[in-house]
């Protein structure tokens, strides 16, 4: 991000720490009685920076789709990604879980060099899939279950749709992260509203998983978006990421035009987040952003609207993570989940006061070993109130520079005030040692692999000794 062009009125006013017991969601069996289950769109962005909308503030970022749906809805702006990269934090919006809880820390396998199918070994996604698919609770499926058509659209990674219980989809076995699935949103929505229609035919609710490549690169973004940044953005690169950022926002305008033409617009729950951040000057060369414990890699805003149960309001205080986003889905459409969930319904306001600190995950691009998330964990961390705690992992410690990873942290331990310090210039871990303490003390209860896991033990592990092939994110 260009701190020229940065827009400061998103900065967070008015900031309130809440400072109370942890909790975890109990698990339901309760909920929405058959009769009464909206539909469900969930739209996830990819690769988004949270300060890359009009409702966040930005100068320059035409989205009034998005500023709109924000203005309709319940609107939370400090929203956290699990962790800063698509496959891991798609894989939270399947489980409901955390990375080291659903085994997914990267988007792929890591090949020690010298291995005779070192590079061949990228392509084997056998043990991503069979680690996804183990995995107690999904919830496609279990939307399927119990009566709804569900439709996969974008990105999903690894799998098939129906692998992981769609009913409808784009996506086949055998591929990476989407295949024909990618064809949403940049080259037709017809998939989406013939799905829908068809679900309504059959008497049906409907989700539908709308996970579009955008504004993910290729940052090919159509004239009529790029029209609008010529000259406008501090980069070339950041005006054709800011054409591709309205592109998204068009689409989700075309989303809203076919529910109230359809009269489907009170009763569709929509929720809306980006799976990681973006930087719009420096891209994926950021050692801040997609990939990062940093603000600009781990923030997102997440909008939840349902106009026939949800008041709008703009939430700038309270901390929540896409971790909330099963458990409020689960809540609204009345799901059985057979294991506790650790995020909150969104809805429950009390529940969100009440608890005292999200919790972020970093790990290397490739896993290191998918028994053991330990083995590729960069960092661990939490936003608490005003504060967030970044700790270093093995990984970070092993290689150096991060050649597994990015951005690795600048420091062992890392204590930002986000609130007065948004872009964390500036680390008080050394003049907050007792803060710095309690923090740590509620990270470790949360997840400590030092008591769980053999990692630090091992050997260091082989780094790469030449880049990684080249692939998409
Ligand atoms: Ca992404």
Not at 355 to 374: Q, S, T
Request: net charge neutral; charged share 20%.
């Amino acid at each position: 991000m260009n701190p020229d062009t940065t827009p400061r009125r998103w900065l967070i006013r008015g900031w309130t720490a809440v400072m109370c017991t942890l909790s975890f969601a109990p698990w339901w069996t309760f909920g929405a009685e058959p009769s009464a289950r909206p539909n469900v769109i969930l739209i996830i962005s990819d690769d988004h920076g949270f300060p890359d909308y009009g409702f966040m503030g930005h100068p320059i970022v035409r989205t009034p789709n998005l500023d709109r749906m924000a203005s309709e809805g319940l609107t939370f702006t400090r929203g956290y990604v699990t962790t800063a990269l698509c496959s891991p934090s798609l894989a939270t919006l399947l489980t409901g879980l955390y990375p080291h809880q659903h085994g997914i820390t990267g988007n792929d396998l890591y090949a020690p060099s010298g291995q005779p199918n070192a590079g061949g070994m990228r392509a084997n996604r056998g043990p991503l899939i069979e680690r996804l698919l183990a995995n107690p609770f999904l919830l496609p499926r279990a939307l399927t279950q119990v009566g709804y058509r569900t439709l996969q659209t974008g990105k999903l990674w690894n799998v098939g749709y129906a692998e992981v219980g769609f009913t409808d989809g784009m996506t086949s076995p055998g591929g990476r992260h989407g295949g024909e699935g990618l064809s949403i949103g940049r080259e037709t929505m017809e998939p989406i509203w013939n799905f829908i229609r068809d679900a309504r035919t059959r008497g049906q609710p409907f989700f539908v998983w709308y996970a579009p490549f955008l504004p993910h690169t290729p940052h090919n973004p159509p004239e009529r978006f790029l029209q609008h940044y010529r000259g406008r953005a501090p980069t070339h690169a950041a005006e054709l990421y800011y054409a591709m950022v309205e592109w998204l926002d068009s689409t989700c305008g075309e989303l809203d035009d076919f529910l109230k033409k359809e009269g489907l617009f009170n009763d569709t729950l929509v929720i809306y987040l980006a799976d990681n951040g973006w930087d719009a000057a420096q891209g994926n060369s950021s050692p801040v952003a997609k990939r990062s414990a940093y603000e600009l890699g781990v923030r997102t805003p997440v909008l939840v609207r349902w106009p026939a149960r949800v008041r709008p309001r703009r939430d700038d205080v309270t901390p929540v993570s896409i971790v909330d986003v099963v458990p409020t889905i689960v809540r609204a459409c009345g799901l059985s989940v057979p294991i506790e969930l650790p995020g909150l319904d969104l809805l429950d306001a009390d529940s969100l006061s009440q608890r005292r600190a999200v919790f972020l995950e970093n790990y290397g691009h490739d896993i290191v070993d998918i028994r053991n998330p330990v083995a590729s964990l960069l960092s661990r961390g939490l936003v608490s109130g005003d504060w967030k705690l970044l700790v270093a992992g093995p990984m970070a410690e092993r290689v150096p520079g991060g050649t597994q990873g990015k951005s690795p942290l600048r420091e062992s331990i890392e204590l930002y005030n986000v609130r007065a310090d948004p872009f964390e210039t500036r680390n008080l871990a050394a003049s907050e040692p007792a803060r710095v303490q309690e923090l740590r003390q509620l990270l470790d209860a949360w997840w400590n692999p030092d008591a769980t896991s053999p990692a630090r033990s091992r050997p260091p592990v082989e780094a790469p000794s030449a880049a990684p092939t080249p692939t998409a994110k």
